[in-house]
């Protein structure tokens, strides 16, 4: 694949998940509220949040083993999407939190069918162009989609329109990402068989390298409050109308879209220094984002933007770069499975936590992010 061809099937994947985000960021933007006007508490809707992540996760590692063993990567990537994406609409049909719960988590689950088996696709891609910076860009279009998503029920709640209304109408961006991945399949079908032309840098297996990096990002994972439980904190002490809430959303993920690209950028030149970084300043969200003020939680969002652009782009591209591409489904698999346990177990503790005193979350999350942040920078001596 030449370097020209590499970039449009990077743009073209990055296409199929803006739609994609526009439905499911969009749906995530209001689930919490939504959540809480079916009877959830924060406790439960912690763990429906939790739960969603952990089934979200630690299915990855099966898809991703079997996407390795069969190489039917669009196979995985087709079918994952076509359930992540219909399962949104379906919540406007939900009649309590539980039956909400059950589309919540059928919606994660087609995320973990589809993303080792996409990854490894825009992996290969990737190759061709920097790994930080095919997976910056991927992200960043990706994150256009979680900016538009959120933006469009902002509007239609300022309308005064129904939580169940914003959900129905996520059935029109869900159609179009699927039409761009169909359409990506039939231009790129063979994409699968592409060889490496470089030696990994580091690790030819899943040696000290990938654990170490897995534990770190495990750490991560276990104390990154979700927007969720930010959005339920903003509802709660009615700290803003209803309608900003999505916008606040809106507003992280454009800061994702941007801190992917300069990340991916500081990535491709300085390693892990750039992936430290983004997690110091990520981890005094919380100090601002369950504050009283406004002004305040709007602050502390940015910095989880921040937070969750690393997570989605240099987070994914340090396996590739440490994990010969033959590996990589299952490398892909076993990392969002082990970093899905420790984001329900993490979610659920700090929703308890929340209920009990939001000094506890705050405290909670800000330490042990803190702590990854310090270790990542221990991790320079393995720069490639």
Not at 173 to 194: G, N
Request: aromatic residues 16%; proline residues 3%.
């Amino acid at each position: 694949m030449s370097r020209k061809k590499a970039f449009l099937f990077i743009v073209l994947l990055g296409l199929v998940s803006l739609f994609a985000d526009v439905t499911y960021e969009g749906a995530r933007s209001i689930i919490g509220p939504f959540m809480k006007t079916l009877g959830a508490s924060a406790a439960a809707l912690g763990f429906a949040v939790g739960l969603g992540e952990l089934t979200g996760y630690a299915f990855r590692l099966i898809s991703g083993i079997l996407s390795d063993k069969t190489r039917k990567y669009w196979l995985f990537t087709i079918l994952g999407y076509a359930i992540n994406l219909f399962a949104v609409p379906a919540l406007a049909f939900a009649g309590n939190w539980q039956t909400a719960l059950v589309l919540i988590i059928a919606e994660r689950f087609g995320k973990a069918l589809r993303t080792p088996a996409r990854d490894v696709l825009l992996s290969f891609a990737s190759e061709e162009v920097g790994m930080g910076k095919g997976f910056g860009i991927h992200e960043a279009l990706d994150q256009i989609g979680a900016i538009l998503g959120p933006l469009a029920l902002t509007f239609a709640l300022a309308f005064e329109k129904s939580y169940r209304f914003c959900f129905f109408i996520l059935l029109i961006p869900a159609l179009v990402a699927m039409v761009l991945l169909l359409t990506a399949r039939i231009t790129f079908p063979a994409l699968q068989e592409m060889k490496k032309k470089k030696d990994s840098p580091v690790d030819r297996n899943l040696g000290k390298t990938y654990w170490f990096y897995l534990a770190i990002v495990s750490m991560v994972a276990f104390a990154f409050a979700d927007f969720p439980i930010i959005a339920y904190h903003m509802k709660s002490f009615e700290v803003a109308k209803d309608f900003f809430v999505p916008a606040t959303y809106s507003l992280a993920m454009a800061v994702d879209a941007v801190a992917a690209l300069v990340f991916g950028h500081l990535f491709d030149k300085k390693g892990f220094v750039a992936l430290a970084y983004a997690v110091l300043l990520s981890s005094f969200f919380p100090v601002l984002s369950f504050s009283n003020s406004f002004p305040l939680i709007f602050a502390g969002v940015i910095l989880w933007g921040i937070g969750m652009g690393a997570q989605e782009s240099i987070m994914r591209a340090v396996v590739a770069k440490i994990v010969p591409a033959e590996k990589r489904g299952f490398a892909y698999g076993m990392f969002f499975t082990v970093y899905g346990v420790f984001w329900f177990f993490g979610s659920w503790i700090m929703g308890t936590l929340y209920d009990i005193n939001r000094f506890y979350l705050i405290l909670f999350s800000f330490v042990i992010q803190f702590a990854a942040a310090l270790l990542l920078l221990r991790m320079k001596r393995y720069e490639w």
